[in-house]
């Protein structure tokens, strides 16, 4: 079951949809379950929503899967460059987010604060960091990763899908100086081959090129916390939400292994 409803996101004094989905014995009462939030909501379920015309198609795996976890997919704005900075967490220089403030902080603090009060209280959730997970995609990911790193205490689980580590790619690393990472805490990080000016990246399958070498930094670091990581490349990979579909049974798995 796919639940959509609106809930308000004070940063812009507007309202955000949720795309909420629900395991088919949810009605029954009988069982808790473990919550995934998951950016860029109306991309995760259905072609019709979906910003480019093709979802992940998250729910043909979600009913195939044999864990059953309550999904939240949380929608940015459709309005100009308003997702760049509702999904930029930390300072940057970049030339594309210099026209209005960087609100990702106020974003992760509504997912905290609002939006996941609201699901532990209304669905028989299990609330737990252990049983809380975090995701998205290019921009999405750079987010799920700040959540995991800046919210550690809310969330133990991030994939970082495709994450946007090179608007920034200093202050991820500086950040992570200040961030307390508990031990059990997985991360999943990931690049495609395809994703450089929408390109083959020459020197992706040597492991030499820039967003391989973010990636890789930021795993670096966050080893010597001792938390869990997967650096994934995926060979051919777009940064698109077709390829980016394939990776579903590759990070469900390892994030979620008992």
């Not at 669905?123 to 995609?137: D, L, V």
């Amino acid at each position: 079951m796919i639940l959509k409803e609106d809930f308000y996101y004070p940063p812009a004094d507007s309202y955000r949809k949720l795309h909420i989905y629900l395991p088919d014995d949810y009605a029954s009462g009988k069982n808790t379950y473990p919550v995934m939030y998951f950016f860029d909501g109306h991309n995760l379920f259905f072609d019709q929503d979906a910003t480019f015309g093709r979802s992940w198609r998250f729910l043909d795996y979600l009913h195939s899967w044999n864990k059953d976890l309550i999904f939240v997919g949380m929608e940015c704005s459709h309005d100009g460059n308003a997702r760049l900075y509702e999904y930029m967490p930390y300072p940057t220089n970049s030339k594309y987010l210099r026209e209005a403030p960087c609100i990702g902080d106020a974003t992760l603090q509504w997912i905290v604060n609002d939006i996941k009060p609201s699901i532990d209280s209304r669905f028989p959730t299990i609330p737990n960091r252990q049983c809380t997970a975090i995701g998205g995609s290019s921009m999405g990911g750079l987010m799920a990763f700040y959540g995991a790193t800046a919210y550690n205490h809310v969330f133990s689980k991030a994939a970082c899908v495709s994450s946007s580590f090179i608007f920034c790619p200093r202050t991820v690393l500086s950040a992570l100086d200040h961030c307390n990472i508990d031990p059990d805490t997985r991360i999943y990080l990931s690049y495609g081959g395809l994703e450089v000016r929408g390109i083959k990246d020459p020197w992706a399958e040597d492991h030499s090129s820039y967003v391989y070498r973010c990636n890789k930094s930021v795993q670096n670091k966050l080893d010597r916390t001792g938390a869990a990581t997967m650096l994934y490349f995926q060979k051919g990979g777009r940064h698109c939400e077709e390829d980016w579909e394939k990776q579903i049974p590759v990070f469900m798995p390892w994030l979620w292994q008992a």
